[in-house]
């Protein structure tokens, strides 16, 4: 990088903070970004955890800030577009949904502060220096996705103990490619065979699905990712339709009809991303906001998904729920 270029980064990063907090003092209107892969019908739960949060820490829309919604609807490629829309509109901070719209975001700018709100790794994906120190404009929450896949394969394991081959779904990202590599290693010290299923979009559902059964694996992992999220509706009528005991990431794949799911509470993580713009909006700079991560994780299960595979579940793992949907 050019010395000049490297001051003028620098210094956008030294102003943004106290530039907010002057609009805050002055009376103006704030105006938020929301940047999300999905669509605002699916993620409206978790999008909405976040606004009450901000409405609990004093920031009424309509009063003192507003808020720009851009949703690419499960097409990756828009991203782009849509962050450079929000930093066209001058929004002071930007809330970004996972890897890719932070990502985007941060290609947009380097001087606009940047939330994230959920997302594997950030070091790993070089969005940030250090999860202590972020040292540029984004900070946020992760969902410390790369982490619990040995977690989940135990739970499969409690609940088919008999399965020696189990299917591993996952994006064609960089972020789900190390999470799966994790996920590899974990697998080795079991022993169980893992069926690795790389996937470029939901229109090669069917087609990793036929592969889960041409190799008769006993069960599916699904790994973390907007695009799945999307369409979790479908995996999980999917694994139903193939009898696959499938363990997801998050809560709302078992609302949706899947079996099992370990990790973060999504809608957390959004209520905390609002207390990282709380911070910002009075003056904080997010290269001095460490980056959280979860520090509890929800174990959920759907009974009537269990009947329908014809299992039984050890009462080991229905006394850990944290919510048993019947």
Do not use: C
């Not at 956008?12 to 704030?30: C, F, M, T, W």
């Not at 605002?40 to 949060?53: D, F, G």
């Not at 909006?281 to 269990?306: C, H, M, S, Y």
């Amino acid at each position: 990088m050019r010395r000049r270029d490297f001051l003028a980064l620098l210094g956008g990063a030294l102003v943004a903070g106290p530039r907010i907090a002057d609009a805050q003092r002055s009376g103006k209107i704030v105006r938020i970004g929301f940047l999300d892969t999905g669509s605002l019908s699916e993620r409206q739960r978790l999008w909405e955890a976040l606004r009450q949060r901000l409405r609990e820490l004093g920031y009424i829309e309509g009063e003192n800030i507003t808020i720009e919604f851009r949703f690419a609807d499960g097409k990756q490629e828009r991203l782009p577009d849509l962050a450079a829309e929000l930093v066209g509109r001058k929004v002071d901070v930007i809330v970004a949904a996972g890897n890719n719209a932070t990502r985007a975001a941060k290609q947009a700018t380097n001087t606009i502060p940047i939330v994230m709100a959920t997302g594997g790794d950030p070091v790993l994906m070089g969005l940030v220096a250090s999860l202590a120190r972020p040292g540029g404009n984004v900070t946020g929450v992760t969902t410390l996705s790369t982490a619990l896949g040995a977690k989940r394969l135990e739970l499969l394991r409690e609940v088919v103990p008999k399965v020696s081959r189990i299917a591993l779904l996952y994006p064609a990202s960089q972020a789900a490619v190390l999470a799966a590599q994790e996920t590899q290693k974990a697998a080795e010290q079991l022993p169980v065979t893992l069926q690795h299923l790389s996937v470029r979009g939901p229109n090669e559902f069917d087609g990793a699905f036929a592969a889960i059964a041409k190799e008769r694996a006993g069960a599916l992992m699904v790994e973390p990712s907007p695009a799945f999220f999307t369409e979790r509706k479908r995996l999980a009528d999917l694994a139903m339709k193939h009898r696959l005991p499938t363990v997801f990431s998050a809560k709302e794949y078992v609302l949706a009809g899947g079996l099992i799911a370990y990790g973060s509470d999504l809608a957390d993580g959004f209520r905390r991303a609002a207390i990282f713009v709380d911070k910002i909006l009075k003056g904080a700079r997010p290269a001095d906001l460490p980056v959280e991560q979860p520090t509890t994780f929800e174990l959920v299960i759907n009974l009537k998904t269990a009947k329908a595979l014809g299992l039984t579940l050890p009462q080991s793992i229905l006394l850990r729920a944290d919510e048993v949907i019947e």
